[in-house]
C-alpha cells in the first residue's frame, strides 16, 4: 500500500489541489516519460486505497506499460481486451466496481479488485491511458472520475 500525503477539504478540493500540484511540477519539462513519472508518483502519494497507478501508451494497435507505482505489471495489452484495452478501443472512461465481473478482466495483480481507466487525449487522439487499481470493491465514485479526468486534462497539455 502506498503511503498517502493528508490532503483536507472536500474531494473536488482536493482534486484541484493536487492538478495544481502536478501542473507546478511539470513545468517547463518537456520529456513525457518524465512527465508521465512524475504525474504517477505524484497520484500514489495523493490517492489512498490504491495498490497500483500508472500508464500505458499506444504503441500500434497494442498498450505498452509507462511509468506506474506499484508491483510489476502486464507490459503489453492489445486494444479491446481487459479494461485497459477496452478504454483503449472505445476512448472513452470506465469505472469498474469489481474486476472479478469484467469480462475478459486482464489480472496483473490478483490483490486488485476495482479499477478505474482513463483515456489520455491529446488533439483528439489516444496516446495512451491511466490506469489506477484497488484491493477494494467499488473504490471509485464519480467524484474521482471527475477529478482524475481534470487531473489527466492537465497532464496532457504537458505531453
Known amino acids: 500500500m502506498f503511503q498517502t500525503a ?12 493536487v492538478a495544481k500540484q502536478l501542473e507546478a511540477l511539470l513545468a517547463g519539462e518537456p520529456n513525457q516519460i518524465a ?22 501508451l499506444v504503441d500500434g494497435n497494442e498498450l505498452v506499460l509507462g511509468p506506474f507505482q506499484g508491483l510489476p505489471a502486464c507490459v503489453r ?20 466496481e469489481d474486476v472479478h465481473q469484467f469480462p475478459g478482466h486482464i489480472a496483473c495483480d490478483a490483490a486488485s479488485r476495482s479499477e478505474i481507466v482513463i483515456p489520455l487525449l491529446k488533439d483528439g487522439k489516444l496516446i495512451g491511458v491511466l490506469d ?13 472520475e471527475a477529478g482524475l479526468s481534470y487531473f489527466t486534462d492537465v497532464l496532457v497539455r504537458f505531453l
Open 6 to 17: 493528508h490532503y483536507s477539504g472536500t474531494k473536488q478540493e482536493q482534486f484541484s489541489l
Open 35 to 56: 512527465n508521465l513519472s512524475n504525474a504517477s508518483a505524484l497520484l500514489g502519494q495523493f490517492l489512498d486505497r490504491i495498490n497500483w497507478v500508472g500508464f500505458y
Open 77 to 96: 495489452i492489445p486494444f479491446g481486451k481487459g479494461v485497459c484495452g477496452t478504454v483503449a478501443a472505445e476512448r472513452k472512461l470506465l469505472r469498474v
Open 132 to 144: 489506477i487499481d484497488s484491493p477494494e470493491i467499488n473504490r471509485f465514485d464519480e467524484e474521482d
